[in-house]
């Protein structure tokens, strides 16, 4: 019997981005700091005027340096209907105040008013004095400003990485990237294609385009691992209007290269087979990914093998027609 | 079909999970256990049928935004391979099953293409 139990607990370890913010931003990062707040001497109707006067809901009440309660629109209303507004501040307020320290982190005060129905909640300082207020209000803008923040940063990273050719002035600019890798390295199959897949990301080609790109690397990537003497290199090259892939090697070379072409013809042996590899497509799979491919190979030499991939105007993103 | 729903009504036992695995909607899967006919043939978004179980199908699968590997006859993948996988984001499953049954269960579930 399959047991699927685990895909809740699973499931249970997931954080979103919003959650780990609420663990890393502090309270003193969001809550408000102008603070509007009462004397207990105060009378009810100078503290209705503070709350219309400045649109608030609720305000602290502060004696000397001490928090001595707060003051909130159900304490407000509890006193109208007693019709009693020349009453105290103090005759009213709530005493026994839940607070939050500042350096406390935002996920605390979240968990605090998820389990009391309180719409606001004082903020102290080390010494225990009064230094902020904190609603749920505060802490979803705080939480927005955040991930605006990252949203905004990874946004120039792409902007560069995508523009990167645009700044600077030459005849021919381009980007080499260069991957060895190792003969036998199954372990590590696909890490270089998965890489150069991740960089024409970053660098603006399309979803499509990167992942064809990707495709004719991995075949070319797997056929140094299993084919190569020694293994060889994948050398890329990014063009305003072209990449260029090239695998090489040195040897021990391919003795019919029509024949390698053929779709189903492969030369790897029984173990690289039951790893699910040499189907014999390969080079077929590459052909149809790129735009050109050409095999360059002789016997006991080594092995070039060169894939170019037409990037269409409009490939990267926000790219004016060429100055 | 919500790929939750699809594990367990196919009896499926989770071995890596992706973080937005609950959200993943599968309309088509592949079968193939060669490689290079995945690299042509699987779409994007689908979900793979193999009795592959080497570290190899997390490259595969990240390269051709596959989201999730059906693994059968229960060949348990080694850990590395699914360390990899759950660093990747590619959710994979385990079946006592073979290649022809889960695809045929897979068809009779909605999944036809």
Known sequence: MADTANISDASAARITRVEELAYELVISQVMTKNLITLNPNDSMLSALDKF??????GAPVVDGDQLAGILSTEDMIRCLRDGRIDRKVQDYMTSNVITVRETDQ?????????????????????EGKLSGLLTKGDISDGLLVALQKDYEAE???????????????????SLILRYNVKKDDFSHGGAASNNIKKALMRLGATPQIARQCGIAAYEAEMNLIIHTLHGGVLKVEVETYKITMEAYDDGPGIEDIDKAMQPGFS??????????????????????CVNEMSLISSKNRGTNLFMVMHLPRNTHEGKAEPK | MNMLELAKQLDLQALTISDDLKSQQITTA?????????????????????????????????????????ITENAVPEESTLERARSEGISIFL??????????????????S
């Not at chain 2, 079946?95 to 036809?112: M, R, V």
């Open chain 2, 95 to 112: 079946t006592p099953k073979g290649n022809y049954q889960i695809a045929g269960e897979l068809w009779a579930s909605g999944i036809k």
């Open chain 2, 30 to 70: 592949y079968q193939s256990d060669l490689l290079s006919c995945v690299m042509s043939g699987g779409g994007e978004k689908s979900l793979w049928i193999t009795l592959i179980n080497n570290v190899n199908i997390v490259a595969v699968a990240k390269l051709l935004d596959i989201p999730v590997i059906i």
């Open chain 1, 52 to 57: 219309r006067e400045n649109r608030i809901s």
């Open chain 1, 155 to 173: 946004e120039v990273i792409r902007y560069r990485a995508s523009h990167l050719f645009e700044d600077i002035n030459s005849d021919r600019t």
């Open chain 1, 106 to 126: 935002v996920v605390e005060a979240l968990k605090i008013f998820q389990k009391l129905r309180v719409g606001r909640l004082p903020v102290v300082n080390k």
């Open chain 1, 267 to 288: 030369t790897a042996s029984e173990e690289v087979r039951s790893k699910g590899f040499g189907a014999g497509m390969g080079l077929v799979n590459i052909r149809s």
